[in-house]
């Protein structure tokens, strides 16, 4: 086994290797390799899956809202007439169809006026110098709690551990939630489409995107174009490629810099060794030892002389030998521009002007009679 040093070593030259191919494949346009690449493993769905697929995902209206909204605080006994002005007043001048991320806002700060609990989850989700460690949702844990109040205020969690990329947790969370119980079913798919596809879960992160894309209503421009882009990227990915690799010392190198040096960050880190050492094992294997392939270069001429007047198609250590003959010139006793054609003549001389100062060309000249001058007085000696 190679030893996971120079595992690391090798992979980072293979990765290297592996984005300046795959930008040379783009530049040709290779469009049919591509599309074979992104296309999605075909599975026979089943029942379930089938229902799941033909399933759509629509915003609640306004109006639906604020009826939940005030649903729910009833059945909770909230009776504070003050509270109860301060929600009536967020949902003032609503108009019916607002964008349904606005509504979550104001979903959210509703809750937040009535439910200190809320209060001081939304207080502790601040970006601006956030804790190491993300605040306890401790309303995942109770029980008897209304669908309305858990999914809604569990998405804004999930959507505050995005941001801090602790993509783990905010899948863990988004799992435990129902799409059809939150007033934007685009923002929940979305949320988790993005954990999927920054965890590699390559086939849930392609399920998710195709119901965000396909089975969502009234999905915003910013989360369609990203899903897209998420959506081509995951159906590339192949295990034990160099882009898996890539992105899984991306993945290590962001759970290193939130603090966690656990188990889960040791097994990608394992899982990252085994994929190079694979690799690498591949590619010395394919290449009949590795280094000591010197020899067969020539295009398999064997040992014979090397009579093709191309070059090589690379740098290495030739096969064949030759006498070591050179041609006799006698070269410098004539002017002129060498083996060149008039017409190229002219146009080296034209780069020349492009690329030295004005006065080069007198100087040259200038210098050629002082020269010539010398030569002379040299011979009358």
Known sequence: MISTKRSLSIGCGLIALFIFTSSLSAQKGDKKAIEKAIKPTQLVPSKKQEKEDNELYAPLSTEEVKSQLFQWMANAGIKDQQHLQAVTQIWANTGAHIDSREQFDK??????????????????????????????????????????????????????????????????????????????????????????????????????????????????????????????????????????????????????????????????????????????????????????????????????????????????????GGPGHVDSRKLGKKAGWGNMSPKEASRAKNEIKKHFPAHYRAAMKAHARELAKYRDRNKQR
């Open 107 to 320: 979903l959210i700060e509703s809750f937040k006026i009535v439910d200190p609990e809320v209060k001081q989850l939304v207080k502790a989700c601040q970006l601006i110098d956030a804790d190491l460690l993300a605040p306890q949702a401790k309303f995942l844990e109770q029980k008897n709690i209304s669908p309305f109040y858990l999914n809604n205020i569990g998405l804004y969690y999930a959507h505050y551990l995005i941001q801090r990329r602790m993509y783990d947790r905010a899948l863990d969370v988004l799992e435990q939630l129902d799409v059809k119980e939150v007033i934007d079913p685009a923002t929940f798919l979305f949320d988790k489409a993005v954990c999927q596809h920054q965890l590699l879960k390559r086939t849930d992160g392609l399920k998710t995107i195709s119901q965000l894309l396909n089975n969502t209503e009234k999905v915003p421009v910013s989360y369609n174009s990203i899903a897209i882009l998420m959506r081509s990227e995951l159906g590339a990915l192949r295990r034990d490629s160099l882009q898996e690799v890539s992105r899984k010392m991306k993945d290590s190198g962001r759970r290193l810099d939130l603090g966690r040096g656990g188990q889960r960050v040791q097994k990608v880190q394992t899982e990252i060794v085994a994929s190079l050492d694979s690799l690498i094992e591949k590619i010395e294997g394919g290449g009949g030892g590795g280094g000591g392939g010197g020899g067969g270069g020539g295009g398999g001429k064997g040992k014979g002389d090397i009579k093709s007047g191309d070059p090589a198609n690379d740098s290495g250590i030739m096969a064949g």
